[in-house]
C-alpha cells in the first residue's frame, strides 16, 4: 500500500513537472518531444492490477491532455502503454518475477532492465502519440522515426533522474565505535 | 443476454480498454477535426481554469511588480491623453491650452478614521511634485498635496475637513463648493448649488478645473440624495465619493505644466 502511495505521488510530480517545466522541450521541429510524466508511469509497482493501471494512464494522459490542449492524444498514448504496460513489465521480469510491491529501480533490478523497460514503454506511449497525432497510414513511418527519437531524449532524461534521485544503496559504513567504553 | 455479461466480465480489462480508447480518440476526433466540438469545448474551459490557476500561483509573487508597472502603464496613457483633449481644446475653444502631466506614487502612510485626515505618498520633490497637485485614485479625484520632502509627499484627502473642492453637477450643470463634513468617508456635501439647477441622484459630479489642480471633467462622485432648505436661496447635495479610501493604495498625481504661468498672473492681478 505504501509503494502504491508513493508510486501516485510519483505520477503526480512529475506530471507537475511536465506541466510546468518539460511542456517546453519540443526540439528539433517537433521530432524530439520530452514527456516526462512517462517516468511516473513507468515507476508504478508491477503488481498493480491492470484495470488500475489502465485507468491511471487515462487520468495522466486526460490531465496533460486538459493543461497542454492536445485534445486527447496523451490521454490515449497512456491509455495504449498502460493497457501494454503489464505484458511489457512481464517481458523484462527476472525468471523468479518481481518482489512484491516493486516498482523498477536501478539500484534493484540494474540499468539494463530499467533502460530496456523505459525505452519500451517510452516507446510504445510517444508512437501511439504520433500515430493517433498523424491521423492517416501514411505517416506511421514518421511516428515510428520520432517516436525513437524522442524515446531516446525521454530515456536519458528518465535515466538521469533515476541516477540522481533514484533510490540509493544503504550506506556500507560500520556505525558501531571500534573503542569499548 | 447473460452470455454477453459473462463475456463482458471475462475481459471487462479489454472492454474498459475499448471505452477509454474511444472516448480519447473522440476527444482526439472533436478537437482537431471539429474544433467546436461539446467535448473540445468542456477541454478548453477545463484548460483555461487549470492555466489560469497555476499562473496564478506563479504570477503572484510578481504581483506587486506588475501593479507598479501598471501604474507606470497608466499614467503615461493619462499624460498622453489629456495632452490630446487639451489639443483638440486648444483648436476650437484657448489657443494656450496647458498640457497634464501624470506621476504615479504609491500610498506608504494613511488614515481615515480621523477629521483631518492625511496620507503620506512614496515620491516627493525629486520625482516633481510639489504643493498644490491633486492626486487620483483609479482615475477619480482623492486628495491634494500639501507638503513635499525630497521623497514623500504629505496629501489632504478629500475626506480632511479643512479642504474644499470646486466641481460641477455634470458637463455644463451648476459649480459649487464640495467639502467633507466628517461623519463618513464615502459620502461628502456640495453646497452653492442655486435652487434652479435641476438634479437627480445617480447624476456624475465631476472636478471644474478652476482650482488648477486637476483638469476639468474628473470623476468626484456620483449624487446620492438633495437637502432643499426652504428658506435658503442654495440648495445641498450629498454626494457619495468614487475614490475608495479604504484600499487606496496606487495613485497619480496631477500636474499642468504651465501652471506657474497662470499663477504668476494670478499674483500680479492680487497686487
Known amino acids: 500500500m505504501k509503494s502504491f502511495i508513493r508510486s501516485i505521488g510519483m505520477v503526480f510530480l512529475t506530471c507537475l513537472l511536465q506541466v510546468l517545466i518539460f511542456r517546453y522541450g519540443i526540439f528539433a521541429g517537433g521530432w524530439v518531444v520530452t514527456c516526462f510524466h512517462i517516468y511516473g508511469l513507468i515507476l508504478l509497482p508491477t503488481e498493480l492490477s491492470k484495470t488500475s493501471c489502465l485507468m491511471i494512464g487515462a487520468l495522466v494522459g486526460a490531465s496533460i491532455d486538459v493543461v ?3 485534445g486527447g492524444l496523451h490521454m ?13 513489465t512481464t517481458f523484462i521480469a527476472p525468471r523468479e518475477g518481481f518482489i512484491r510491491e516493486h516498482s523498477i529501480s536501478v539500484l534493484h533490478d540494474g540499468w539494463g532492465r530499467f533502460l530496456a523497460l523505459s525505452s519500451l514503454i517510452s516507446f510504445v506511449y510517444m508512437f501511439t502519440l504520433f500515430a493517433v497525432e498523424g491521423w492517416k497510414w501514411s505517416l506511421l513511418p514518421s511516428a515510428i522515426g520520432k517516436g525513437i527519437a524522442s524515446t531516446t531524449m525521454n530515456v536519458i532524461l528518465f535515466a538521469i533522474f533515476q541516477g540522481l534521485f533514484g533510490p540509493k544503496p544503504k550506506s556500507k559504513s560500520h556505525t558501531t565505535s571500534t573503542y569499548h567504553w | 443476454m447473460r452470455t454477453l455479461i459473462q463475456l463482458i466480465i471475462r475481459n471487462h480489462r479489454l472492454v474498459l480498454f475499448v471505452l477509454l480508447e474511444m472516448i480519447a480518440l473522440s476527444w482526439v476526433a472533436s478537437t482537431h477535426a471539429h474544433p467546436r466540438g461539446n467535448l473540445a469545448k468542456i477541454g478548453m474551459e477545463m484548460s483555461a481554469s487549470w492555466t489560469d490557476a497555476v499562473g496564478r500561483t506563479i504570477n503572484f509573487k510578481n504581483l506587486k511588480e506588475n501593479n507598479s508597472s501598471l501604474l507606470i502603464e497608466n499614467s503615461r496613457l493619462r499624460t498622453k491623453n489629456l495632452g490630446y483633449q487639451n489639443r483638440s481644446i486648444t483648436n476650437t475653444i484657448s489657443k494656450f491650452g496647458g498640457a497634464w502631466k501624470s506621476t504615479p506614487a504609491e500610498i506608504v502612510r494613511y488614515s481615515t478614521s ?28 482623492a486628495g491634494l498635496i500639501t507638503e513635499v520632502s525630497e521623497n514623500h509627499s504629505l496629501v489632504l484627502p478629500v475626506i480632511h475637513l479643512n479642504t474644499n473642492w470646486s466641481v460641477r453637477l455634470g458637463c455644463f450643470g451648476a459649480v459649487g463648493i464640495l467639502n467633507w463634513s466628517g461623519e463618513s468617508i464615502e459620502y461628502a456635501t456640495l453646497t452653492d448649488i442655486p435652487l434652479s439647477e435641476h438634479i437627480l441622484p445617480g ?6 478645473g478652476f482650482q488648477g489642480t486637476f483638469p476639468s471633467g474628473i470623476l468626484v462622485g456620483k449624487v446620492e440624495e438633495l437637502i432643499v432648505t426652504e428658506a435658503d436661496e442654495f440648495q445641498s447635495v450629498t454626494i457619495k465619493l468614487s475614490a475608495n479610501y479604504k484600499k487606496i493604495h496606487y495613485v497619480e498625481f496631477m500636474s499642468k505644466k504651465d501652471s506657474a504661468e497662470i499663477d504668476s498672473l494670478l499674483i500680479t492681478t492680487a497686487q
Request: hydrophobic share 45%; aromatic share 6%.
Open chain 2, 203 to 208: 447624476d456624475s459630479v465631476i472636478t471644474s
Open chain 2, 114 to 141: 480621523f477629521k483631518n485626515n492625511v496620507l503620506v505618498a512614496n515620491q516627493g520633490s525629486l520625482s516633481g511634485l510639489r504643493p498644490g497637485m491633486g492626486m487620483l485614485e483609479n482615475g477619480v479625484v
Open chain 1, 76 to 88: 490515449s498514448a497512456g491509455i495504449v502503454t498502460c493497457f501494454m504496460t503489464p505484458w511489457l
Open chain 1, 68 to 70: 497542454l490542449l492536445t
